[in-house]
């Protein structure tokens, strides 16, 4: 059973801010890491249960996106047959 992937304000926000910090590095890494992101979402579709369960919050997952030499944090519901993405950070901003 496929889910439907609907994406927050804050998500689509969150990746248009990833590939601007990434295009002034390089065009090519944004692109390829926006590419990443949107693949490994995509796969939630079909794998929806992926994610590591978040603490405390039922029906939440956290997924690591491998990027580079770190990565991005997916923070996506689970919901009747839908996924909705939270938000999307870069590990080191987890870190800090």
Do not use: C
């Amino acid at each position: 059973m496929k889910y439907t992937i609907f994406w927050s304000k804050s998500a689509v926000r969150d990746l248009q801010r990833a590939r601007d910090f990434l295009k002034n590095i390089s065009p090519n890494a944004a692109n390829n890491a926006a590419t990443q992101i949107n693949q490994y979402t995509q796969k939630l579709a079909m794998f929806p249960l992926a994610g590591k369960p978040v603490e405390m919050l039922e029906g939440y997952y956290d997924l690591f996106i491998p990027f580079a030499a770190a990565g991005y944090s997916l923070r996506y519901r689970v919901y009747k047959q839908a996924v909705y993405v939270i938000f999307i950070k870069h590990s080191k901003e987890l870190n800090d």
